[in-house]
Nanobody
């Protein structure tokens, strides 16, 4: 069974940083493209960043460019989202997702989703 588990969320002040992790179990991430999404209260889910199976990277939201970095460690079966200079508008639940043979960002379908981790940016 494909399973993704996010962690690393929490409460942080504006300008602070968080590093989210998403660990896969039941399958190896080696052949999967990976992405991070977020959903703010009362808003639709939006793509934040994705990384292809080969390691190519793109960010989906203009609002996070230069502040968020996605990376992967296949040896740890984990994808990360480094978030710097956080702003209150970054508040929301962050989800990771995986698609097998994901070679072109953005991905249109996914084989597995995590349950989400809450990020709150507030002073």
């Amino acid at each position: 069974q494909l399973q993704l588990v996010e962690s690393g969320g929490g409460l942080v002040q504006p300008g602070g940083s968080l590093r989210l992790s998403c660990v896969a179990s039941g399958f190896s991430l080696d052949t999967y493209g990976l992405a991070w999404f977020r959903q703010a209260p009362g808003k639709e889910r939006e793509g934040v960043a994705c990384i292809t199976t080969s390691g190519g990277v793109t960010t989906s939201a203009d609002s996070v460019k230069g502040r968020f970095t996605i990376s992967r460690d296949n040896a740890k079966n984990t994808v990360f989202l480094q978030m710097d200079n956080l702003e209150p508008v970054d508040t929301g639940v962050y989800y990771c997702a995986a698609v097998q043979f994901g070679n072109f960002c953005p991905f249109r379908r996914f084989d597995a989703w995590g349950q989400g981790t809450q990020v709150i940016v507030s002073s």
